[in-house]
């Protein structure tokens, strides 16, 4: 069974950076693409980013491109999602999600961040 | 990267069916039969409920169904139960390895 568990996630400071992590077991993460969602407080869900089975393709949405990065290391069965030049807009809870198809198949439950100074 | 137009409310009552709708644009929701829905409760991870326009999960009760005309598409949940009562959002693939999302619509069971 698809277990997704994400962490990383706390109050930082503007124009600080932080790393967040998505740790995979019950499927073969090795094989999957995978993708971080957002929903800040209140809001709807907004697509972040995604990254292929085996790290050598990439994309984001165009209000993280250029400061956020997706990787993964699939020795460790983790997906990663490193935030740079984080803003008060990008406070939300962090989704991991497989993807399965074009649609986001199993969630995480999500990691909160909060962009304050 | 537009977000999808739902409309903010639905309501129906025990029993009833209920429509959302998702409107999009060629280069996503009529471009493409990649539209997907996700429920969500209040504090809870989303959940997938429909994808490639028509298709469920297994698990997802045959009370929920898909479809799509143009650039939009709809979310169709028949005999309506108080356990349906939460937030739905669509979601489509819009080409180039990206995704948008809907705005969300709040399913109220009256």
């Known amino acids: 069974q698809v277990h997704l568990v994400e962490s990383g996630g706390g109050v930082v400071q503007p124009g600080r950076s932080l790393r967040l992590s998505c740790a995979a077991s019950g499927f073969t993460f090795s094989g999957s693409a995978m993708h971080w969602v957002r929903q800040a407080p209140g809001k709807g869900l907004e697509w972040v980013a995604v990254?292929?089975?085996?790290?050598?393709?990439?994309n984001h949405g165009d209000s993280v491109k250029g400061r956020f990065t997706i990787s993964r290391d699939n020795s460790k069965n983790t997906l990663f999602l490193q935030m740079n030049s984080l803003r008060a807009e990008d406070t939300a809870v962090y989704y991991c999600?497989?993807?399965?198809?074009?649609?986001?198949?199993?969630w995480g439950q999500g990691t909160l961040v909060t962009v304050s100074s | 990267q537009s977000a999808l137009t739902q409309p903010r409310s639905v309501s129906g009552s025990p029993g009833q069916s209920v429509t959302i709708s998702c409107t999009g644009t060629r280069s996503d929701v009529g471009g493409y039969s990649y539209v997907s829905w996700y429920q969500q409760h209040p504090g809870k991870a989303p959940q997938l409920m429909i994808y490639?326009?028509?298709k469920r999960p297994s698990g997802v009760p045959d009370r929920f169904s898909g479809s799509k005309s143009g650039n939009t598409a709809s979310l169709i949940i028949s005999g309506l139960q108080a356990e349906d009562e939460a937030d739905y959002y669509c979601?489509?693939?819009?080409?180039?390895?990206?995704?948008?999302f809907g705005g969300g619509t709040k399913l109220t069971v009256l």
């Open positions: 990254i292929s089975y085996d790290g050598s393709n990439e």
């Open positions: 999600a497989r993807a399965e198809g074009q649609q986001l198949g199993p």
């Open positions: 490639d326009v028509t």
């Open positions: 979601c489509s693939y819009a080409g180039s390895w990206s995704w948008v």
